[in-house]
Structures are given as structure tokens and as C-alpha cells.
């Protein structure tokens, strides 16, 4: 069981992390690495991993930029050097691997096989059937359950209603990903958007307005004013094929006129 990495002396040099929805992996990696570099559960090292200043670490973010042959070269090149920490350790965290081009899994490949000493590695993904084969072989491979009960709770901290709360079970795969949002009001600004669009699609004006928002939302709010849409209106299977086939840098004033059409017909 995936908790049992916690606690097992000799910790594998690479593991693969299979994401469940609604699983805390941040806490879960948080908690392995400290595992791996303290020594004592409240000792420098530990600190260092709770304040995120352990500076023989790197993370490579695939959910929000899709990861390059570049940003792997980085941390081979970064590792070769001496480390900064005196513990001597150093640990690359890859979230989001089946994000990553050809030409990096390449590049991955051979430093998973052949790693340098006191070298960690920490892959996530949410769609193991898109990894190749010789991406698992490399790596032991763990699935991290889902806490719907932890979830909950750290949900109720904020004032939301029962269509808010349902929207967000369907939408959002972690709870970083939700806290971020609700923290800095992302949620709450697309999902007034995406209601007064559901509720006032046939009054220009009003269309007007919405579309001057829209071209001012970023990717990431776009792509949540789309998964909010089919979650609302699941049997809208054409909202389906627009959230299957954004891009990261969409057209938004063309995407926009095919939302609206797309509502106007259901």
C-alpha cells in the first residue's frame, strides 16, 4: 500500500503515483520526501521540506504547462552538480507525466534507468494508459485513494451552496487545485459568469458583457468555464467535444460564439 512507502527504509529511486479525483497528493509527496531527507521528523531537513526550502529539489508542474525536452535536460544538468544541501540528497518531482512530449520521455528514460546516487524521482499521473510502458518499468508504482471526508471538511471552511460544492466534486481533480481557486476567487468569478450566461443566454446585452469578460479569462479559466458547463448541462454533448478540443491558446472570441450557439440549442 502506498503508505507503506512512508515508512520502509530503503525508499525505491522512482515512484509513479497513480491520482485518484480528490486525492491530497501534494500532502502525500510532501510527507514521502520528508520520509526520505529527515532524519528526525522535526529536524532541519524536516523544516526545510514544510517552508519549501530544501534547494536540491525540483518540480515540473505537466498539469499547467505541458513538459519539454528542455525542462528535463534541467534537472539532468542541475543534478550533475555538486548538491547544495549538506544532507546530500537530491529528489525531481514530475506532476503530470503523461504531459510530457516525446522528446522529453526520451530524455527521461535513460536518467530513471540510470540514476545518480541519493537521486529521487516522483512522477504523478492521471492517465496511466497514456504512459509508456517503459515509463512504468522504471518506476513502482502506487494509487493514491481518494479522502472524500477531508475533502468535505476543508470545503466547509467556505461559504458555499450544495450546486457550488456539487460542481466542484465534478470539476477539480485535488484539493490544491480547489483551494488555490477558492482562495483567490477564480471559483466564485467563473462560476457567476457560467450561471448568468445558463440563465440570461437570450438577451444581447447581456451576451455582450459576457463576451468581454470571456476575452479577458485566462486559459485556465476558460477551461473551468467549460468543465463547469458539462457539468451542469451533462447531457450537452456538444460542450463535451469544445472542452475535448481547447487548446491552450484558443481563439476566444470564435470559442465564445460556439458556446453561445451551443447553449441557444439546448
Not at 520502509?8 to 502525500?28: M, T
Request: some cysteine.
Amino acid at each position: 500500500m502506498v503508505n507503506n512507502l512512508l515508512h520502509i527504509k530503503n525508499k525505491p529511486h522512482a515512484i509513479l503515483l497513480i491520482e485518484a479525483k480528490l486525492c491530497d497528493v501534494k500532502a502525500f509527496i510532501k510527507a514521502y520526501i520528508k520520509a526520505i531527507v529527515a532524519i528526525s521528523p522535526n529536524d532541519e531537513w524536516a523544516q526545510k521540506i514544510d517552508a519549501n526550502t530544501y534547494f536540491d529539489m525540483i518540480t515540473i508542474n505537466g498539469y499547467t504547462d505541458n513538459i519539454k525536452k528542455e525542462d528535463i535536460l534541467n534537472v539532468i544538468n542541475q543534478f550533475a552538480k555538486t548538491t547544495v544541501e549538506a544532507r546530500g540528497i537530491k529528489i525531481y518531482v514530475i506532476y503530470g507525466i503523461e504531459y510530457a512530449s516525446s522528446q522529453a520521455v526520451n530524455s527521461l528514460l535513460k536518467f530513471l534507468e540510470e540514476p545518480p546516487a541519493n537521486t529521487y524521482a516522483i512522477l504523478t499521473t492521471r492517465a496511466i494508459n497514456l504512459l509508456l510502458p517503459t515509463i512504468r518499468s522504471r518506476c513502482q508504482t502506487y494509487i493514491l485513494k481518494s479522502n472524500l471526508q477531508l475533502f468535505d471538511e476543508k470545503l466547509s471552511k467556505f461559504s458555499l451552496t450544495l450546486e457550488q460544492k456539487e460542481i466542484i466534486r465534478g470539476v477539480y481533480y485535488n484539493y490544491d487545485e480547489v483551494m488555490q481557486d477558492l482562495h483567490e476567487a477564480i471559483f466564485t468569478t467563473v462560476y457567476e459568469w457560467v450561471k448568468n450566461l445558463i440563465m440570461r443566454k437570450n438577451d444581447l446585452t447581456n451576451i455582450k458583457q459576457l463576451q468581454e469578460q470571456f476575452s479577458k479569462f485566462s486559459y485556465k479559466q476558460i477551461e473551468l468555464v467549460l468543465k463547469m458547463l458539462t457539468t451542469l448541462l451533462p447531457k450537452n454533448e456538444r460542450l463535451f467535444e469544445l472542452l475535448a478540443h481547447i487548446n491552450v491558446n484558443p481563439i476566444k472570441i470564435l470559442l465564445f460564439q460556439q458556446l453561445w450557439t451551443v447553449l441557444q440549442s439546448s
